[in-house]
């Protein structure tokens, strides 16, 4: 039996615990944003879906598998309410409590299973994918559509981040092309929620989500934020962006 409990608090009934968050390495907000929210990132995500798909071989997509798997990245800008969304709104409040003094958004992406046969997701911590040392970060899963096993919802082990604050050992798997950090037998807390419900995890927080077996797409939206700019010390490049957070 699973040893883990999944605990859901509604952004209208109580405030994020940043001591839980940091023993556990994540948190779930039930009704993390507003039916209006929900459906400008539906809106912007179906419009994204209508373009070409890439068919993961490129370097920026690689982690995608064709219409099994998409990564719609970094195009909040051309959606103005999903930019406010991000900067101004729910998600960037929410971030902002556990992000001190300062909070900018790092990366963005809608992340959608397909029907029938929609890729899983390998364990593994966002961090690994950084490729270059930097302070941890957090992400903010947005769930488009209700989220159950049977579409591939997410799974997450819990993480004390003061004792285990560091990035596992990860290997690359071309066949799958993702990053996977860990191979053992714990099945993790499995996040089933309704459409709005948001799921925060630390960028330390291993997690994976299963495949899609129903008729239906399985969206998310994925942003990321950090406590300062993520740049690589090398170059002084930013790995995504870096946009200050409105406080609210």
């Known amino acids: 039996m699973n040893r883990h409990k999944v605990s859901f608090c509604s952004e209208f009934a109580k405030p994020l615990d940043a001591r839980q968050f940091q023993r556990e390495g994540y ?28 068919d993961g071989g490129g370097a920026r997509h690689r982690i995608g598998l064709g219409k099994r798997r998409r990564f719609l990245a970094h195009r909040h800008e051309s959606f103005p309410k999903v930019e406010n969304l991000l900067l101004k709104g729910s998600v960037a409040s929410l971030a902002s409590r556990l992000l001190q003094p300062e909070c900018y958004l790092f990366n963005e992406q809608f992340v959608v299973k397909g029907a029938g046969d929609g890729a899983s997701f390998a364990w593994h911590q966002d961090g690994a994918y950084v490729g270059f040392d930097h302070q941890p970060y957090i992400s903010i899963w947005i ?62 927080t291993l997690h994976c989500s299963g495949r899609n077996a129903t008729p239906n797409l399985r969206r998310a939206f994925l942003a990321q934020y950090s406590k300062e700019p993520i740049s690589d010390p090398d170059t002084g490049k930013l790995k995504r962006f870096a946009k200050n957070v409105s406080r609210n």
């Open 27 to 54: 948190a779930i907000v039930e009704r993390g944003i507003s039916e209006s929210e929900l459906a400008s990132l539906r809106q912007a995500c179906d419009t994204l879906l209508a373009e070409p798909v890439d």
């Open 143 to 204: 769930a488009l559509d209700d989220a159950n096993v049977e579409n591939g919802c997410l799974r997450i082990i819990p993480r004390d981040l003061e004792s285990r604050g560091y990035i596992d050992r990860h290997r690359w798997s071309e066949e799958s092309r993702e990053l996977c950090g860990y191979d053992g037998e714990d099945s993790g807390v499995p996040v089933t929620c309704a459409a709005g419900a948001v799921v925060l995890f630390s960028s330390l």
